[in-house]
């Protein structure tokens, strides 16, 4: 296989492919999903037509992979905060915190993963599914025993515990809900393990 500038053709297509990414968080995170096409997206990643068919068969299969490398950054970061954490509920304590963080400091991350990413398509809502199931099993796996007489799964009771945290940090993240980073994690953490136990 022939190296360019010390790169194999492998390498170039991944590198291009990460361009077109970049382009797709940018695009999508500023002016949404349904205002972008791929001539746009190719024009801000500096790539000729033919490159995006390469690494994607379509716009939604672009917003996937952006949803994705979203998701894993941050989630990466978030199991990395929940592990200074001794109790369960300070590990969901630093772990929405954390994501409420990640999200607060790229709103273009916020606006693919909150707005963008919903109701774009099934690629994307498999895609979107995906990681929210990835943060229920951080949570499943904090939460205390429940009792027998709630007959409820807990995965999916922390499944709908992610929803109604996105739903929250969507509020927060648009000013419609004016409280502090720590009220909304508070309110979060207070969602998830019921009242702080009384003294």
Same mark, same amino acid.
């Given at each position: 296989?022939?190296?360019?500038?010390? #790169?194999?053709?492998?390498?170039?297509?991944d590198s291009?492919? !990460?361009?077109? !990414? *970049? *382009?797709?968080?940018?695009?999508?995170?500023?002016?949404?999903?349904?205002?972008?096409? $791929?001539?746009?997206? +190719?024009r801000?990643?500096?790539?000729?037509?033919?490159?995006?068919?390469?690494?994607?068969?379509?716009?939604?299969?672009?917003?996937?992979?952006?949803? %994705?490398d979203?998701?894993?950054?941050?989630y990466?970061?978030?199991? =990395?905060?929940?592990?200074?954490?001794?109790?369960?509920?300070?590990?969901?304590?630093?772990?929405? %915190? *954390?994501?409420?963080?990640?999200?607060?400091d790229?709103?273009?991350a916020?606006?693919?993963?909150?707005v963008? $990413? $919903?109701?774009?398509?099934? /690629? &994307?809502?498999?895609?979107?599914?995906?990681g929210? #199931?990835?943060y229920? &099993?951080? !949570?499943?796996?904090? /939460?205390?025993?429940?009792?027998?007489e709630?007959?409820?799964?807990?995965?999916?009771?922390?499944? *709908?515990?992610? =929803?109604g945290?996105?739903?929250? +940090?969507?509020?927060? /993240?648009?000013?419609s +809900?004016? !409280?502090?980073?720590? #009220?909304? $994690?508070?309110?979060? +953490?207070?969602?998830?393990?019921g009242?702080?136990?009384?003294h």
């Amino acid at each position: 296989m022939r190296n360019y500038d010390g #790169q194999t053709a492998e390498q170039r297509r991944d590198s291009r492919r !990460i361009r077109l !990414i *970049a *382009a797709g968080l940018e695009l999508f995170g500023t002016q949404g999903y349904a205002a972008t096409s $791929v001539r746009a997206v +190719l024009r801000e990643a500096g790539l000729q037509e033919r490159y995006f068919a390469e690494s994607f068969t379509g716009l939604e299969g672009l917003l996937a992979a952006v949803h %994705d490398d979203v998701h894993d950054r941050g989630y990466a970061f978030a199991v =990395a905060e929940m592990a200074r954490g001794e109790s369960p509920e300070e590990r969901l304590r630093l772990m929405v %915190d *954390a994501v409420a963080r990640w999200l607060a400091d790229d709103p273009r991350a916020a606006r693919v993963k909150l707005v963008e $990413v $919903v109701g774009a398509g099934p /690629l &994307a809502e498999r895609h979107r599914q995906l990681g929210m #199931q990835a943060y229920a &099993a951080l !949570i499943e796996a904090e /939460l205390p025993p429940l009792p027998p007489e709630m007959k409820m799964d807990p995965r999916q009771l922390s499944m *709908a515990l992610v =929803a109604g945290v996105n739903g929250v +940090l969507l509020d927060w /993240l648009t000013g419609s +809900l004016d !409280i502090s980073r720590d #009220q909304l $994690v508070d309110h979060a +953490l207070r969602s998830t393990l019921g009242p702080p136990p009384q003294h």
